[in-house]
C-alpha cells in the first residue's frame, strides 16, 4: 500500500512540474537573459546575410570571438570578415549547419574548432544550444539531429524553470558592459572589450579522456562539400590555445591534425604554430589578451594568404 501511495503522490506532483516545463519553454526571452553573449547570434545573422562579397566567414566557438582581430583580416586581405563564433558549448555541428545556408558563391570559410569538440559528443551542444534554438532561432529547431536533442533535453527544467524567476524580469542592466554580453561584440563579432583588462587566473585544460568522433569529422566532409558545391571555399585551422594545456593534450591534438589531413581539408598553419605562451591568454586556455590576438591573427593572415595563392580559388 505504501508503494501505491507514494507512486500516486509521485504521479500527482509530476503533473504540475511537467506542465510548469511546457510552459516556461513557451515564454520569450527574459529581459535578463536578453543580454547574454549568446544573442549576440542576431546581431551575427544579420552579417551573414547581408555583408557583401568578397567575404571571409570564421566558424568556431569562443577562441574566436575571444581570439580574433577581424579589422586586421580586413585591412590586410580585403575581404570582409564575419566572426560567428560565441560559445563552443553550441556545438560544433550546429555552428556548421547553421551558416550553410547563408554561404554565397566566393566565400571563404575557415573552421576553428576547440579541440575538444573532436572528442566525446562535446560537438552536439549543451545548454547553450538549448538556449539558441528556443530563445533566439526557433527556426533551427528542425534541424537538430538526434545527437544534439540527447544533449539539450536534460537542460529543459532548468531553462524552463529560469523564466519564471522575478529577478530574470526586474534588473538594471549595468553601465559598465562586461566581457560576457552581447554588447561587448564589435561590428564583426569579435571581443575586444577586455583588450585592456588584466588577465585572470583559471584552470588549465586536463588531458582530453573521451573517445574521439570521427561522426564529427564526416560531418566537416558534408559540410565542406555543400559549401564547395555553393561556389566556396573551406579550410580549416587551428584555435590560440594555452601552451601548458596543449602539452597535456599532444596526443588528442596530432590525431586531430591527422584525422583532418586523411579527411584531405586543407589546413592553415599547424597545431604547435597557433600554440600560445601562458602570458597572452585572458581567463580560459582559448581566450587571448589584445597582444595575443594580434598574434595570432597576424599568423592567419599569413596562413591564408598563401593558401588562396597555392589554390586556383579566385574571388573575382
Not at 509521485?10 to 516545463?21: A, E, G, K, N, R
Request: net charge positive.
Amino acid at each position: 500500500m505504501l508503494k501505491f501511495f507514494v507512486l500516486k503522490v509521485s504521479v500527482f506532483l509530476s503533473i504540475p512540474l511537467t506542465l510548469m516545463i511546457l510552459v516556461g519553454v513557451t515564454f520569450p526571452p527574459t529581459p535578463r537573459s536578453s543580454t547574454s553573449l549568446l544573442f549576440a547570434k542576431v546581431d551575427k545573422d544579420v552579417l551573414l546575410k547581408e555583408s557583401p562579397s568578397p567575404r571571409l566567414i570564421m566558424i568556431g566557438g569562443s577562441n574566436l570571438s575571444f581570439g580574433i582581430n577581424s579589422q586586421m583580416l580586413k585591412d590586410s586581405l580585403n575581404l570582409n570578415p564575419i566572426n560567428t563564433g560565441i560559445h563552443a558549448s553550441i556545438g560544433l555541428q550546429y555552428m556548421m549547419d547553421d551558416v550553410l545556408d547563408n554561404i554565397q558563391p566566393k566565400d571563404i570559410i575557415i573552421i576553428a574548432p576547440e579541440y575538444q569538440q573532436f572528442y566525446g559528443d562535446a560537438a552536439y551542444g549543451r545548454n547553450e544550444l538549448l538556449r539558441i534554438v528556443f530563445d533566439i532561432d526557433r527556426e533551427s529547431i528542425t534541424t537538430l539531429n538526434l545527437q544534439q536533442w540527447q544533449k539539450i533535453i536534460p537542460y529543459f527544467s532548468r531553462f524552463s524553470i529560469s523564466k519564471l524567476k522575478p529577478s530574470e524580469y526586474f534588473f538594471q542592466q549595468s553601465k559598465k558592459i562586461g566581457v560576457y554580453e552581447r554588447r561587448a561584440f564589435n561590428q564583426y563579432g569579435d571581443v575586444d572589450i577586455h583588450w585592456n583588462h588584466k588577465p585572470k587566473k583559471f584552470p588549465t585544460h586536463r588531458k582530453i579522456s573521451d573517445e574521439f568522433n570521427n561522426q564529427i569529422v564526416k560531418e566537416m566532409v558534408y559540410f565542406r562539400n555543400k559549401a564547395t558545391n555553393k561556389g566556396a571555399i573551406v579550410y580549416v585551422t587551428f584555435p590560440g590555445y594555452q601552451d601548458t594545456s596543449f602539452e597535456n593534450n599532444k596526443e588528442e591534438i596530432t590525431k586531430i591534425e591527422k584525422e583532418l589531413i586523411k579527411n584531405n581539408f586543407i589546413l592553415l598553419g599547424s597545431p604547435e604554430r597557433y600554440k600560445m605562451p601562458n602570458s597572452m591568454m585572458y581567463d580560459t586556455p582559448y581566450h587571448l589578451t589584445k597582444e595575443g590576438t594580434t598574434l595570432r591573427t597576424q599568423k592567419l593572415i599569413e596562413d591564408l594568404r598563401n593558401a588562396l595563392t597555392q589554390s586556383n580559388f579566385s574571388l573575382k
